[in-house]
């Protein structure tokens, strides 16, 4: 699922505006192996399709950190809410 053509347009502050539904149904388009989790690999994917191509590796690193609060080294479907204040900072969203 690509953000690109025909997305809402970019608010005052230049973000992309999405609701959280969107956000994460966007996320999980990036789960290519279908396990209902998001590894670093995805998660660099995802910062990558957002035009971030410079310090990919360490961002990603940086999200994964932040999201997930288990420890298991992937992001699942009820750590997604914890990635949203990354998104917002490294990944050019904007939640309403």
Excluded: C, Q
């Excluded at 995805?42 to 420890?71: H, I, N, P, Q, Y």
Aim: hydrophobic content about 35%; proline content about 1%; glycine content about 12%.
């Amino acid at each position: 699922m690509a953000l690109g053509v025909g997305d809402r347009p970019r608010g005052s502050t230049g973000k992309h505006e999405i609701t959280v539904d969107e956000f994460k149904k966007w996320l999980m388009s990036f789960d290519y192996d279908k396990d209902g989790k998001i590894s670093l690999s995805e998660l660099r994917a995802a910062v990558r399709s957002r035009g971030s191509w410079f310090m990919t590796t360490k961002k990603s690193g940086r999200g994964l950190s932040e999201a997930d609060l288990d420890g298991s080294g992937y992001i699942d479907e009820n750590e997604i809410d914890s990635l949203l204040n990354f998104a917002e900072k490294s990944m050019g969203f904007k939640f309403y």
